[in-house]
């Protein structure tokens, strides 16, 4: 990354050039030809330039955020397609996000921007960048994987009086050199710049936010908790770290501006993430007692995780193509791995009541990389050793469903310690009870009748003091059920499993529990 005195150094040299061609820039009609000096430019920031520059050169750079980049010579938009292939110049393209860039400041400079093609970074973990070293004229530009510190990957971006832009690599020799759109050729190259060549200039179309998704449509923490939330924007410039949050009730959860927050007493809130051209929003519950969730294994929109976005999301695994996630209500549907998939189920809501992270993966609902909190989605991702999908049409390997427990839980962790799993040969109820009040987050249980089997969470006993331990009644969360009537936190006679699959205390087969090495015997 080059120093302020080396842009200093550019904007002399622009000066220069201005003086030897002894031109005078001739201010475009409008708003967008009225001087910086006069306060022109709409979301500009003021930079500092030497003394005498602000004679030919803006002393302002736009904001960071998402445009298109648009030639001031004829209309055309640079154009990043789906790979690194040099950056071309086409006409709009309304539906596609190829000619969309995020505009993201380089730490510490006043003009020095990353510039990331939004089609072939969907989020900014993913660090392909526009890049050109700066050095040659007539190199051509390409959008290629460089690191945050990266010097090539990083441009001045400079506004002239008439209100369009130069855009000129920070690295390289050639103090000259900007981004050009020459008069023949279709692809974006470096070249010396020249004062009054509008084939240097660029107009900067802001492109705001049209939709924001998280990871959950509701969900519940316990008192006391503390934790960041996450959303993700379309187009992707905005995310987590430049949304404004908020909480319908600052006495129940506080969410500070950057998403984090702490559960403060019981109670319902709504949480609001917004950015300029859209808001979205969620509902928390705030508990005293573990804050026990719902996964539903056949409903996207009746549980507690956003499945939503999941149903064109396939994995591959076994010789088969499935759909991870569908509505079983829906006629028609795909068949689905997690229509069966009870175990992952379960395993995600003792782990979400945990508040156990996944230690590596990315969750595309939210753009979330790493300590992912726990749904089914991220045990899938876990128990298939996936990373993560980068959109909802994307193929992932590996059977979600045909669970490895002891896999699931080494890749989780709470409080920097890796998880593990316990089996339970009895399913008495005096058994169920002395485990439950050891491990409080819940234990799973296999009910199995005949060739069939299912498993489902139990939280906690109803009646601890109960004359008998034949007499105790627990509470359950089944995956099988659709509504949350029939799946979230009822008595057995309620659940999915006993109405209509014919489940009953006689039919538990098994117990797993899942804990810390230190308190997995309990």
């Not at 006391?224 to 770290?241: E, H, I, L, N, V």
């Not at 799993?421 to 005096?430: A, D, E, K, L, N």
Request: aromatic share 10%; hydrophobic share 35%; with cysteine.
């Amino acid at each position: 990354m080059k120093s302020d005195g080396s842009k200093l150094n550019r904007l002399l040299a622009l000066l220069l050039s201005v003086l030897l061609l002894l031109a005078v820039i001739t201010p475009a009609s409008g708003a967008a030809s009225q001087s910086a000096d006069e306060g022109s430019g709409s979301g500009a920031s003021a930079t500092s330039v030497p003394a005498g520059a602000g004679a030919r050169v803006s002393t302002r750079s736009p904001d960071p955020g998402v445009y298109r980049i648009k030639s001031a010579t004829d209309g055309l938009y640079l154009d990043a397609g789906t790979g690194n292939t040099k950056l071309s110049l086409s006409g709009l393209k309304s539906s596609s996000d190829s000619q969309i860039f995020i505009l993201e400041r380089v730490e510490g400079s006043s003009c020095g921007y990353y510039i990331t093609p939004c089609s072939i970074c969907e989020n900014a973990d993913y660090t392909h960048r526009l890049s050109a070293s700066g050095s040659v004229s007539g190199e051509a530009v390409y959008p290629v994987p460089k690191s945050r510190s990266s010097a090539q990957a990083s441009f001045d971006i400079i506004m002239l009086k008439d209100g369009t832009y130069t855009i000129a690599p920070s690295d390289g020799d050639n103090l000259l050199a900007v981004l050009a759109a020459p008069d023949s050729g279709s692809s974006a190259m470096v070249a010396d710049y020249i004062h009054g060549d509008s084939d240097s200039s660029w107009i900067l179309e802001p492109v705001p936010s049209e939709r924001v998704t998280f990871s959950f449509s509701f969900t519940r923490l316990k008192t006391g908790s503390t934790g960041s939330f996450f959303a993700r924007f379309y187009p992707y410039g905005f995310d987590s770290r430049i949304a404004d949050w908020s909480s319908s009730d600052d006495g129940i959860l506080r969410v500070d501006g950057d998403g984090n927050y702490r559960a403060v007493s019981p109670g319902t809130v709504v949480v609001t993430a917004s950015c300029p051209g859209t808001s979205g929003s969620f509902t928390v519950e705030v508990t005293d007692r573990s804050a026990f969730t719902f996964y539903s294994q056949n409903s996207m929109f009746g549980s507690d995780w956003d499945a939503s976005m999941l149903d064109r999301l396939y994995f591959w695994g076994s010789g088969y193509r499935r759909i991870f996630a569908i509505d079983d209500k829906i006629p028609g549907g795909e068949s689905a791995w997690i229509n069966t998939g009870c175990s992952i189920c379960s395993f995600a809501m003792v782990l979400h009541n945990m508040d156990a992270r996944l230690s590596t993966g990315y969750d595309f609902r939210s753009g979330q990389r790493d300590m992912l909190p726990a749904d089914p989605y991220t045990v899938a991702l876990a128990n298939t050793g996936n990373y993560g999908a980068l959109e909802a049409t994307d193929v992932l390997y590996g059977n979600p469903v045909y669970a490895s427990w002891t896999t699931i839980a080494g890749a989780f962790e709470v409080d920097g310690q890796a998880l593990t799993i316990r089996r339970v040969y009895s399913g008495s109820r005096q058994v169920i009870k002395d485990l439950l009040d050891a491990h409080p987050q819940g234990i799973v249980a296999l009910l199995s009748r005949g060739n069939r089997s299912h498993y489902v969470v139990l939280s906690r006993c109803l009646n601890p003091d109960a004359e008998s331990a034949y007499q105790y009644d627990f509470e359950f969360y089944d995956p099988a059920g659709y509504y949350r009537e029939n799946g979230d936190g009822v008595v057995l006679n309620s659940t999915t499993s006993a109405l209509y699959l014919h489940y009953s205390y006689a039919s538990i087969a098994q117990l797993i529990v899942i804990d810390t090495p230190q308190n997995i015997n309990k």
